[in-house]
Nanobody
Framework: HVQLVESGGGSVQAGGSLRLSCVASTNTYTTHCVGWFRQAPGKEREGVAG????????YVTESVQDRFTISQDYAKTTVYLQMNNLKDEDTAMYYC??????????????????WGQGTQVTVS
């Protein structure tokens, strides 16, 4: 069973920054792709960024490429999503997800098997 715990969401003014954290179970960290997804009310869940901790390969959706960065702290089994210059349209519930094969199909959320509870990001 894979456990993922997100934190770092909150309310921020447009143009501000937030850093989301996803702490992953130690026994899964290096063998699973970890992705960040978001879902706004009335919209489909979409992939934002992904990373494979074992290889270090990263994937960032083009629409946020110039503002969002994904990184990891191997020792803390934590994946971060740094979000800068936030815009109203970034308002959503942000989820962390993991799957052994997820990076091959990123940004599709359907390829990710394990999910955290989510953390809300509100930009106004």
């Amino acid at each position: 069973h894979v456990q993922l715990v997100e934190s770092g969401g909150g309310s921020v003014q447009a143009g501000g920054s937030l850093r989301l954290s996803c702490v992953a179970s130690t026994n899964t960290y290096t063998t699973h792709c970890v992705g960040w997804f978001r879902q706004a009310p009335g919209k489909e869940r979409e992939g934002v960024a992904g990373i494979h901790p074992g290889t270090g390969n990263t994937y960032v959706t083009e629409s946020v490429q110039d503002r969002f960065t994904i990184s990891q702290d191997y020792a803390k089994t934590t994946v971060y999503l740094q979000m800068n210059n936030l815009k109203d349209e970034d308002t959503a519930m942000y989820y962390c997800a993991a799957d052994p094969e997820g990076c091959e199909y990123f940004p599709s959320p359907r390829s990710f098997r394990y999910w955290g509870q989510g953390t809300q990001v509100t930009v106004s």
